[in-house]
């Protein structure tokens, strides 16, 4: 072989050895490109997850904040009626001494 026909060969093979190396790059470039679209995706989908997790035990939270009122207000609501019939059994006691009391006062004075 010729020295130029060499040295064409030479430079065709260096010339195709840069094509493939550009490609190469371009293929690399494109994947991490695909990588970061793929990895924001999955922190997307990662951040949807929390935050339905975060509403879902929020609603939780909320309805048994919600029962426990309504069982702190039946106890109340209980205990209210409780004190209430009690203080109307004491307030019939009460009349009652009053009565007894003022019966007395009256059949004292009344012997005098």
Known sequence: MARPEVLDRIKGAED?????????????????????????SIREDARQEAQ????????????EIESEREEILAEGEAERTALEERAAENRDDAVEY?????????NVQSQT
Do not use: G, P, S, Y
């Not at 879902?56 to 909320?62: C, G, K, M, N, V």
């Not at 009053?98 to 007395?104: A, H, S, W």
């Open 52 to 63: 339905a997790l975060k509403d879902e035990r929020l609603e939780e939270a909320r309805e």
């Open 98 to 106: 009053t009565v007894d009391l003022f019966t007395e006062a009256v």
């Open 16 to 40: 195709e050895a840069d094509d493939l190396i550009a490609e190469a790059e371009r293929d690399r470039e494109e994947r991490i490109a695909e990588a970061r679209e793929e990895a924001d």
